[in-house]
């Protein structure tokens, strides 16, 4: 109950954050976040597309895709929350449905997501995300490196068991 409770303020969180960015005047933006020292600079953005505006011309596509993925990463959470463990795996889940149930709702509510921040450095600087892009981000990293290192780990196990 507790990760799925996570998952909602997370989608809640970044639904709020961007209907204070959407209540601003466009004129407002960018400006710098207080209290970052310019290191991260606010904007009010309108993706239409998938990241870096990928599809924009297919707005079905950009429906239907994350709905699926959706579905089928929660039919993933669902089975293994009964399971003991798979902390890592649950977590990175939960981050990523909570990310994606965010930007889903503007696709059907808005049709386009709004992002609202960037980092002022290197190549970060011209791409602007949202709350719910950096936990779909850290839950995906984190479900590939979860599956690094037990890959790696049987794969040791394998190797130790073969030498004996």
């Not at 889903?104 to 992002?115: E, G």
């Amino acid at each position: 109950m507790v990760l799925i409770l996570m998952i909602a303020l997370i989608a809640a969180v970044d639904l709020c954050i961007k209907e204070e960015i959407e209540a601003r005047d466009g004129s407002e933006f960018p400006k710098e976040l207080k209290g970052t020292n310019g290191k991260i600079i606010l904007h009010k953005s309108h993706n239409t597309g998938f990241p870096f505006q990928i599809l924009k011309n297919k707005p079905e596509l950009v429906r239907t895709v994350p709905t699926v993925v959706i579905s089928a990463l929660g039919g993933v959470l669902g089975f293994l929350l009964p399971k003991k463990g798979y902390r890592a795996e649950k977590l990175a889940l939960v981050l990523t449905l909570g990310g994606a149930f965010s930007n889903l709702y503007d696709r059907l509510a808005r049709n386009y997501v709004v992002d609202y921040f960037s980092i002022n450095r290197g190549m970060l600087k011209k791409v602007v995300f949202n709350l719910g892009d950096i936990c779909i981000f850290a839950g995906t990293a984190l479900l590939v490196l979860s599956q690094v290192i037990s890959d790696g780990y049987h794969l040791v196990r394998e190797l130790n068991d073969k030498k004996r």
